[in-house]
């Protein structure tokens, strides 16, 4: 299975190292504008093709599947292009910047064979994985609130420095946490309805200037969804938190039991630099007893990202899906839109300090 790379910074990097795991998959070409990201890719796929424009690429039809891994601004454009081809496409999250970009290219994929998956990586942790499956088999009962806690470090510089403005990433509550939205989606089974989020930008990148601009991006918020079931979510974000233990924790309660998935950050961020199990945590309501089990994942899948793990498990699925050309992607481009809706509203309801109908 040969994979071209529309994008070749650093989460097109994580892609080919988790791709090199995948047997059968290989990276045949790459394109991105910037010189130095170009050769560092092109040095982890010998034989690659690097292009200095995704177009070239395109026409030179060197690739079976191609993987979408630009700034979030260019998504749209990319996608046009990439979908003109009639290959499978993987496009990293978010899907867009605004929904109406992701309504028009739902619009334009109508009749399409090929496959299209949005990449939401958090699904596929194991410990989410774990804690679906045990919501989908009724431990917890119905679920009925659902809680998210991320305490992180700030963004990464990336090149041309285009995830410090709103403008181009489509804000923090779209960029970071369209996980977290498609998450929420997934696990209580319903969509949301209204969202309130209050948010503020306190800490990060005050003092840093490009262009003579000022970054924008939130750096910690706190949001409610409100889903048609009945059922709600909240969403606690920190992006000045490093050194949590637990950089995600996942809490879905019904009147049954809680359970919550504890997922720890980046070997490259914690305080010994090693890597870390996740932990599931059950607490059952009749007995009043609360269990503790340890999800372990391997070190080489952890160690090829910063996802743990998830990257590498997400590609697996996609690659199964081509192989097979049966089925369709466990991420659609609706559950795409659906993440860029909620993060719309919820950078709208931060503005304006009111709640947002969807």
Known sequence: MRYGLVGAGMMAQEHMRNLALIP???????????????????GMAPGARAFSDYKEMLSADLCDAYLIAGPNDL??????????????????????????DCRDLIARAEGRDAPIWV??????????????????GGTIGTPRMFAIREHRFPFLPKVGDWNRFSARTGGTLVEKCCHFWDLMRLVLQSDPVRVYASAAMDVNHLDERYGGETPDIIDNAFAVVDFASGARAMLDLCMFAEGSYWQELLTVTGEKARIEARVPGPARFSADGSERHAEIVLSD???????????????????????????????????????????????????????VLVGEAAEQSARETRAIEI
């Open 24 to 42: 059968g998959a290989e990276v045949t070409a790459l394109a991105d504008p910037d010189e130095g990201m170009r050769t560092l890719s092109a």
């Open 285 to 339: 309501r009749a007995s009043k007893r609360e269990t503790t089990e340890v999800i372990e994942v391997d070190e080489n899948i952890l160690q090829a990202g910063d996802h743990h793990g998830s990257t590498f498990f997400q590609h697996q699925k996609f690659h199964d899906l081509i192989k097979s050309g049966k089925g369709t992607p466990e991420v659609s481009l609706q559950d795409g839109l659906w993440s």
């Open 75 to 100: 998504h749209h454009a990319m996608m046009i292009d990439v979908m003109a081809t009639g290959k499978p496409i993987l496009c990293e999250k978010p899907l867009c910047t605004t929904s109406a």
């Open 119 to 136: 990449a939401m990586e958090y699904r596929f942790m194991p410990p989410a994985q774990r804690l679906l499956a045990e919501v989908r």
